[in-house]
């Protein structure tokens, strides 16, 4: 794993080459002060291409959105040039305030102030369903 360029601070590795501006926006890096680089289709041994996050600060990430967009992203956390936690991500078995229910007929549609809340249902087609009104979860 390469950590260069990062003193303390978290790389995001093994990312789907791709979906690094995604993630980008989901964790609204855009809002950070630090410096955040993202190299994309970088080599990778194992899935061929990769995307990979480097942030120069150690911030909270929001776990469970990071599994849910993809749960094979390696979080690798860097404290003077040394890697101290490597971290693998999960599959997230609720999503609170992650993703936004499509049917109109739904009662958080209705109710904007309602916390959007989905369950998995089924981890292998990674199907959610919201907990208020049961619908599926489509992109
Ligand atoms: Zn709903």
Redesign the pocket.
């Known amino acids: 794993m390469n950590i260069d360029g990062v003193t303390t601070g978290i790389v995001l590795d093994h990312i789907e080459a791709g979906k690094s501006m995604e993630i980008y926006e989901l964790l609204k890096l855009d809002r950070l002060d630090c410096s955040v680089a993202i190299i994309q289709n970088a080599d990778s041994t194992k899935y061929g291409k990769k995307d990979i996050i480097k942030i120069d600060e150690d911030i909270p990430l929001d776990f469970a959105a990071l599994g849910y967009l993809d749960n094979k992203i390696t979080v690798n956390r860097v404290h003077n040039h040394e890697l101290v936690e490597k971290l693998h991500l999960e599959l997230p078995h609720e999503l609170v305030d992650i993703i936004a ?1 499509n ?1 109109p007929r ?4 209705v109710e904007p102030s309602i916390v959007q809340k989905f369950k998995l249902v089924n981890p292998d087609t990674k199907e959610y369903h ?1 907990i ?4 599926e979860y489509h992109r």
């Open positions: 229910c049917n739904c009662i958080t549609s919201c208020y009104c049961d619908s």
